[in-house]
């Protein structure tokens, strides 16, 4: 089944500690990205990927890093998470036509 | 970067209604998408619709690229389409995708 999946699905951490969220997709799809979604802001891009070593910012990029080491994943690292990163995460995936989604993380940082 | 409009930002139905909803984009696009958020959070593809018309079950979507706007319809609601709807658009070869702010659609049965 075509899909993209992300990992965890709800995490809840403490500010300052390092965490990575996973995403995935088996499509072979060349471009990925990642939103964040807050009330009254809608969704937002953080990072996008457009191939394996290619990445780049979005609107909302400080606090986060991506890296694109292999097709397939796309995480999403924040190194020293603060309250305001408490947030809806969305990874998605491309090939030049319909964007996809995975299932979202639900992140809180305390 | 491309503005994306959506109306009417909130809906309230009786079950068995029809409604239609509307997006409308700042710039030509080679790519729209809707999308149903549903109350666990889950962003769902309805259709890829950069331009013409598709239709699954009660559910059809027109766009018309060349004035900027689609519309999603949605026939006979039943309470399960509550949520809300999301337009994106976007240039594939720049991967700007672009939400709108969402329709919230409650259908009360």
């Known amino acids: 089944e075509a899909q993209v999946t992300q990992n965890p699905r709800y995490l809840i951490t403490v500010t300052g500690k390092k965490l990575t969220v996973t995403c995935s997709q088996n499509?072979?799809?060349?471009?990925m990205s990642w939103y964040r979604q807050d009330p009254g802001l809608g969704l937002r891009q953080i990072y996008y990927?457009?191939?394996?070593?290619?990445?780049d910012k979005g609107d909302v990029p400080e606090g986060y890093k991506v890296s694109r080491k292999e097709k397939r994943n796309f995480p999403l690292i924040l190194e020293s998470p603060s309250p305001n990163q408490t947030s809806l995460y969305f990874c998605?995936?491309?090939?030049?036509?319909?964007?996809?989604f995975g299932p979202g993380t639900r992140l809180t940082v305390t | 970067g491309i503005q994306v409009e959506q109306s009417p930002p909130d809906l309230i139905l009786q079950e068995g209604a029809n409604s239609t909803l509307r997006c409308n984009f700042s710039?030509?696009?080679?790519?729209l998408q809707w999308f149903h958020q549903n109350p666990w959070g889950q962003l769902i593809n309805l259709f890829y619709?950069?331009?013409g018309t598709k239709q699954n079950g009660r559910l059809s979507a027109t766009t018309v690229a060349t004035e900027r706007y689609s519309l999603l319809y949605i026939s006979s609601s039943q309470t399960t389409d509550s949520g809300v709807y999301f337009c994106?658009?976007?240039?594939?070869?720049?991967?700007?995708?672009?939400f709108g702010a969402g329709t919230r659609l409650t259908v009360k049965p």
């Open positions: 994106a658009v976007g240039l594939y070869n720049n991967n700007d995708m672009r």
């Open positions: 710039d030509s696009v080679n790519n």
């Open positions: 998605a995936s491309s090939l030049q036509g319909a964007w996809y």
């Open positions: 619709i950069p331009s």
């Open positions: 499509m072979n799809h060349e471009y």
């Open positions: 990927s457009m191939n394996v070593e290619v990445t």
